[in-house]
């Protein structure tokens, strides 16, 4: 089974920096793209920022220039670099992993998620 654990949420400041974690951890499993998401109470989830395996990144339009996405493949990590807070960067982040199991007769592919991490960007 794989198990994802974000960490590094908090409160900041408007213009401060946080930086999430996203650990995939399990046996038998391969990673391609990798992603975050963020979700406010009655709205819909957003897709923040993504990236591949061989690197390929995608960014919502309001974050670019200020979140960087990267991942560390030997550790299956993913990470969030968030710059230059501001209040509507406030919610629930959460991390995808879409993840290929190795099973003896087949492979089985599906995206897991975390539980999420709460950023709040507020004086």
């Known amino acids: 089974q794989v198990q994802v654990v974000e960490s590094g949420g908090g409160l900041v400041q408007p213009g401060g920096s946080l930086k999430l974690s996203c650990a995939v951890s399990?046996?038998?499993?391969?990673?391609?793209?990798m992603a975050w998401y963020r979700q406010v109470p009655g709205k819909q989830r957003d897709l923040v920022a993504s990236?591949?395996?061989?690197?390929?990144?995608d960014y919502l339009d309001s974050v670019k220039g200020r979140f960087t996405i990267s991942r560390d493949n030997a550790k299956n990590t993913v990470y969030l670099q968030m710059n230059s807070l501001k209040p509507e960067d406030t919610a629930l982040y959460s991390c995808?992993?879409?993840?290929?199991?190795?099973?003896?007769?087949?492979?089985?592919?599906?995206?897991?998620w975390g539980q999420g991490t709460q950023v709040t960007v507020s004086s």
């Open positions: 990236i591949s395996s061989d690197g390929s990144t």
């Open positions: 399990g046996s038998d499993f391969s990673i391609d793209v």
């Open positions: 995808s992993a879409d993840v290929t199991v190795r099973r003896p007769s087949f492979n089985l592919k599906y995206r897991t």
